[in-house]
């Protein structure tokens, strides 16, 4: 058996002995925690109250993220009247890995993946159904605007997202949510991908199927505070471009050729003017622009390469994305 078939082994029967009973049903909702003691309760309560109007069966998953307030104790209390599936997590793996313990997670003939902030309108479920029941398999949620937002972010997040589809195989829109829709189909894809620095938007778009975007207004946040500031982000973008671009690394090669052949033209001139006008010895600036400038292309390309090859290195190790501590259902008491 070879190393990663091992790892994926491993990955798998640590969440298997955490599993709860598996039973079918029409959808599943994947909550991403991290810190929401203020909005969890009433998120799963909105959920609850939508998904039961919506479809005859449905199961709650609230992935706890390594909260450190009080997420879990009011999740919990939550579930004393909402059944509820909770995964804690061991520590905080950032809301790409939360999301995916959930999708691995769910049963649902479809699973809808969504924030636990309050800020994306549940009224849209019913949209997502129709086109689902239209035989889309992936409806996802597009912000209609920006404009609370600051110019710096925007800037930001378009230029990222331009730079990011200049490699990608598949397009990535810039203003798509993680809030979908999923068949089941789909989430089985995704959980099939062994990657686990993953860039979630990504590969929603990299697996393909029949897709459709419905507009949202978003609204603010209810209570506490975004969990991705400029570092975050930053982060997140990093991945992003590692995991679907290769154009960084190639770049470069580019970058090299048009310097050698610039110095060799340069070269030549030199030659040129000295066998025309003699020697002249001034020239102290132009070698040392040369050399800073130089120095400086080489340490932007290493640390390119690095950026690249630190991925690599932990994929290599193949460590599970996430660890799961407890696997809490609600209707039936804890499952440990
Ligand atoms: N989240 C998470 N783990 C993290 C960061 C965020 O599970 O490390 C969750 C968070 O609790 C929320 C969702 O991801 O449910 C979106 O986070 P946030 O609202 O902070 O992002 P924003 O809406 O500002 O982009
Ligand atoms: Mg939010």
Not at 8 to 32: H, M, W
Not at 289 to 318: D, M, N, P
Request: hydrophobic share 45%; aromatic share 8%.
């Amino acid at each position: 058996m070879n190393d990663l078939s091992r790892a994926s082994e491993l990955n798998a029967s640590i969440r298997g002995n955490f599993r709860g009973p598996v039973r079918a049903t029409d959808l599943s909702f994947v909550v991403p925690a991290f810190n929401e003691e203020a909005n969890i309760a009433e998120s799963i309560r909105r959920i609850h109250h939508h998904a039961r109007r919506l479809v005859s069966s449905h199961e709650i998953i609230v992935v706890d993220d390594g909260s450190t307030d009080g997420t879990l104790e009011k999740t919990r209390a939550v579930g004393a009247q909402i059944p509820l599936r909770v995964i804690r997590l061991s520590r905080n793996f950032g809301k790409e890995q939360a999301i995916m313990a959930g999708l691995e997670n769910a049963v649902g003939a479809a699973v809808v993946v969504m924030d636990a902030d309050l800020q994306e309108p549940l009224q849209v479920l019913e949209t997502m159904l129709a086109h689902r029941a239209e035989g889309f398999e992936v409806v996802f949620a597009t912000r209609a605007h920006r404009k609370d937002e600051s110019f710096a972010k925007r800037l930001f997040t378009s230029v990222f997202y331009k730079l990011l589809n200049l490699g990608a195989e598949a397009p990535i829109p810039a203003d798509a949510r993680d809030f979908r829709l999923m068949d089941r189909r789909v989430v089985d894809a995704l959980c099939a991908l062994p990657e686990r620095n993953r860039f979630m938007k990504g590969l929603y778009g990299w697996v393909g199927f029949r897709t459709k975007s419905v507009p949202i207004e978003l609204k603010r946040r209810q209570g506490g505070k975004s969990k991705f500031g400029f570092r975050g982000l930053l982060r997140l973008g990093l991945t992003g471009m590692t995991s679907f671009t290769t154009w960084p690394l190639r770049v470069w090669t580019g970058i090299g050729f048009s310097i050698a052949i610039l110095s060799i033209l340069y070269g030549l001139w030199i030659m040129f003017r000295t066998l025309m006008f003699g020697v002249d010895v001034p020239g102290w600036s132009t070698l040392t622009v040369a050399i800073f400038l130089l120095g400086g292309v080489q340490l932007i390309s290493i640390g390119v390469l690095g950026e690249y090859l630190g991925r690599v290195f932990t994929e290599v190790k193949g460590r599970p994305g996430y660890i799961i501590a407890d696997v809490i259902n609600t209707e039936e008491g804890c499952l440990r």
